[in-house]
């Protein structure tokens, strides 16, 4: 997984914990340990929900200030309304 330049040394001291993603299809898998930021990170959850369905928690989790920087920064594949089918991916770093 690639993190924004602003995210990644928050990624690697495990401040950020989750990512809000627009994918088309899963791009990691469950268990699944990946390279970023400097660190590896093991994919602990991956579900599909809409968009209006992330929690506080996980807009804390995942470094974004509010849920319109969440929305702006996971749309880079396309616009994001708020049923819009996201993937809530949660990890840590190993």
Known sequence: MMFSRDLRDRVASGEVMVSIRLWSRPQVKVGGRYQTAG??????????????AVTADDLAASGEEDLEALRDRAAHSGPIGDDTLVHRVEFHVV
């Open 39 to 52: 660190v590896v990170i093991e994919i602990d959850s991956l579900e599909v929900l809409p968009f209006s």
